[in-house]
């Protein structure tokens, strides 16, 4: 799956959870992404992390970088 699709996907997820205060979305979106995404997927997107101009919502940059590190 393309990078721009996944970032896409995420940001839907993202702003799923737009109505909770800040970390409570970031959390819920990594968890989101953490049990419903397929390992691959998940790579991609933490790849995408240092992609310049990649379109991720900061809710999903942030939810991805704690998949990065944990």
């Known amino acids: 799956m393309s990078p721009d699709k ?4 995420a940001n ?5 959870f737009a109505h909770q205060p800040h970390d409570q979305a970031v959390a819920a979106t990594e968890d989101h ?3 419903f995404w397929d390992p691959r997927m998940r ?18 940059r942030e939810a991805v970088e704690r998949l990065r590190t944990g």
């Open 6 to 9: 996944l970032a896409y996907m």
């Open 12 to 16: 839907q997820i993202a702003r799923f």
């Open 33 to 35: 992404l953490r049990k």
């Open 43 to 60: 790579a991609a997107i933490i790849s995408a992390l240092v992609v310049p101009g990649s379109q991720l919502d900061p809710v999903v």
